[in-house]
């Protein structure tokens, strides 16, 4: 491959900005939780409160007590609106465009993740319908993943449910643990990661486990060399979730060697997907880093029988959506076409 092909595929990847924050916004036990996704939106209550006020409180912190003096007259059974006065600020000011909300549902069995459109708060003068949210400020959302059993994900995440404010910033240390959710392959401050979830219930070989990916990750450094690509298997960090169903999610900053990794485990498992009508499969030639790999795993294919990865891999029961999203990314961006 040369130098044009391969930054072609790298700048194919979703890239996350590492500024980005994330907010864990409550849905009223549960009861919004369903308008928020059918209307694209998050919302907060205490409608009264005009947002010039809430704009000069964020902006001088001499104002907040004006809000709280506001919030205390007009809300005389809240005891504490200076907390109040802050949820209203973090909800209209903090939560920017780009950010990432969660929502949960009711008793927080299910999760929704979505990017926030636009800064601004909007105003609606009248909710859409008798089942919509009474709450008139709000803030456009695009969902980009709905309806998560929350048992499925990483047990970190479990905190977020225990949060009692109805606007939450997410600690950092969690964010990872999102982003992979959003997407199985990305770029953020300059390294690549790949999340794939295993979904074998029962017991799982330690053996079978590492030594398959450290199977893996030698064909990986193999198709560098074979490629004149430099890709170096100890150039990869991993952190796996020790709970069966878990996750493993690979770190490097050789980017084109995750991503000739995650191909490579595509082809092995069998994922396949829909494009122009037609069923790709890995066995299907098309140009570029696909047709490539394909060819070099032909090759390899007794050693692949020896090293029994196929066997190891369909042990580990990995989620093929996640690969198949993958390969959706890149075909529809144009490199396997």
């Not at 007259?73 to 907390?83: A, C, D, I, N, S």
């Not at 199977?215 to 796996?240: Q, T, V, Y």
Request: proline letters at 3%; a neutral charge.
């Amino acid at each position: 491959m040369n130098q044009f092909e391969i930054d072609e595929v790298i700048n194919s990847l979703t890239r996350i900005n590492s500024d980005r924050k994330y907010w864990f916004v409550r849905t009223q036990a549960g009861d919004f939780y369903e308008t928020f996704l059918e209307n694209s939106y998050i919302a907060i209550g205490y409608d009264t409160i005009r947002l010039s006020i809430i704009k000069s409180a964020n902006e001088n912190k001499h104002a907040k007590k004006a809000l709280s003096e506001a919030i205390k007259k007009k809300f005389p059974e809240e005891t504490r609106p200076g907390y109040i006065g802050n949820q209203l600020i973090d909800f209209t000011y903090k939560i920017k465009q780009g950010d990432i909300v969660v929502i949960p549902s009711s008793g927080s069995s299910h999760i929704s993740i979505g990017e926030v459109k636009s800064t601004p708060v909007f105003e609606v003068t009248d909710p859409l319908s008798k089942k919509d949210c009474p709450f008139l400020k709000r803030k456009s959302i695009e969902w980009l993943k709905m309806h998560v059993p929350l048992k499925t994900l990483d047990s970190q995440l479990l905190r977020l449910k225990y949060t009692q404010r109805t606007v939450t910033l997410i600690p950092e240390d969690l964010t990872s643990y999102i982003d992979r959710n959003i997407v199985p392959l990305y770029v953020k401050d300059n390294n690549a990661h790949l999340a794939l979830n295993v979904q074998k219930t029962d017991h799982l070989s330690a053996y079978n486990l590492f030594g398959a990916w450290a199977d893996l990750l030698e064909l990986a450094d193999e198709f560098g060399d074979s490629e004149g690509i430099e890709i170096n298997k100890e150039d990869f960090d991993i952190r796996i979730n020790v709970q069966s169903p878990g996750t493993i999610e690979f770190i490097s900053y050789s980017i084109i060697g995750l991503v000739a990794l995650s191909v490579i485990v595509a082809a092995i498992i069998g994922a396949e997907f829909e494009s122009n009508s037609k069923v790709l499969k890995f066995k299907f030639k098309t140009e570029g880093l696909l047709q490539r790999i394909t060819k070099f795993l032909d090759k390899r294919q007794d050693r692949i029988m020896k090293m029994n990865l196929n066997e190891k891999l369909k042990q580990m029961d990995l989620k093929k959506d996640d690969v198949v999203q993958i390969l959706k990314e890149l075909n529809e961006k144009g490199r396997f076409k």
